[in-house]
T-cell receptor
Framework: DSGVTQTPKHLITATGQRVTLRCSPRSGDLSVYWYQQSLDQGLQFLIQYYNGEERAKGNILERFSAQQFPDLHSELNLSSLELGDSALYFC??????????????FGSGTRLTVV | TQLLEQSPQFLSIQEGENLTVYCNSSSVFSSLQWYRQEPGEGPVLLVT?????EVKKLKRLTFQFGDARKDSSLHITAAQPGDTGLYLCAGVSNTGKLIFGQGTTLQVKP
């Protein structure tokens, strides 16, 4: 157990639908990062939140959004889902907001299948 | 855009063999990290190398950071079936974020 909790573990939904993925960071970590992992694209950085505020954006689609709540858990919202959104979505956390040299702790991921 | 290229993409070897995985870029990174990912799990940090030329050892795994901080290698001695997994290198970009390579899938057969 890495200490980063992601729910649900699996999600199957239809095209056009909206889903919410949830992440609880490791105790004491203030930063949450969302990554998308697909076979052809590898691990792609989506977005980072630090202590409730958006810190950095990566290759996140406009149909996707995220937020971090006062208790530091984060949610990733995916809307108007397309078949190509099927992937593994990982949440990672770290204590620091700007220094990635210490590495990230990853959750076990949510496998999203859009049918 | 800073990119990391890993080679080989796939590696299938017999137990007891040695192997090396490479992680290359045309860009300089402030540090490079190596992660290992098993099916159904998230990546787990193995090591971080920060100084050009740095060598770190973790049991049978040896990690090296290139002198110019643009490349890194992972060498496994006497591979075991338990070493099977996806090995990812990740560089800290000039924006402070982690950029991952595509990964090397290693299969060690008993």
């Amino acid at each position: 157990d890495s200490g980063v909790t992601q729910t649900p573990k699996h999600l199957i939904t239809a095209t056009g639908q909206r889903v919410t993925l949830r992440c609880s960071p490791r105790s004491g970590d203030l930063s949450v990062y969302w990554y998308q992992q697909s076979l052809d694209q590898g691990l792609q950085f989506l977005i980072q939140y630090y202590n409730g505020e958006e810190r950095a954006k990566g290759n996140i689609l406009e149909r996707f959004s995220a937020q971090q709540f006062p208790d530091l858990h984060s949610e990733l919202n995916l809307s108007s889902l397309e078949l190509g959104d099927s992937a593994l979505y990982f949440c990672a956390s770290s204590h620091y907001g700007g220094d990635s040299n210490y590495g990230y702790t990853f959750g076990s991921g949510t496998r999203l299948t859009v049918v | 855009t800073q990119l990391l290229e890993q080679s080989p993409q796939f590696l299938s070897i017999q137990e007891g063999e040695n192997l090396t995985v490479y992680c290359n870029s045309s860009s300089v990174f402030s540090s490079l990290q190596w992660y290992r990912q098993e099916p159904g799990e998230g990546p787990v940090l193995l090591v971080t190398v920060v100084t050009g030329g740095e060598v770190k050892k973790l049991k049978r795994l040896t990690f090296q950071f290139g002198d110019a901080r643009k490349d890194s290698s992972l060498h496994i001695t006497a591979a075991q079936p338990g070493d099977t997994g996806l090995y990812l290198c990740a560089g800290v970009s000039n924006t402070g974020k982690l950029i991952f390579g595509q990964g090397t899938t290693l299969q060690v057969k008993p």
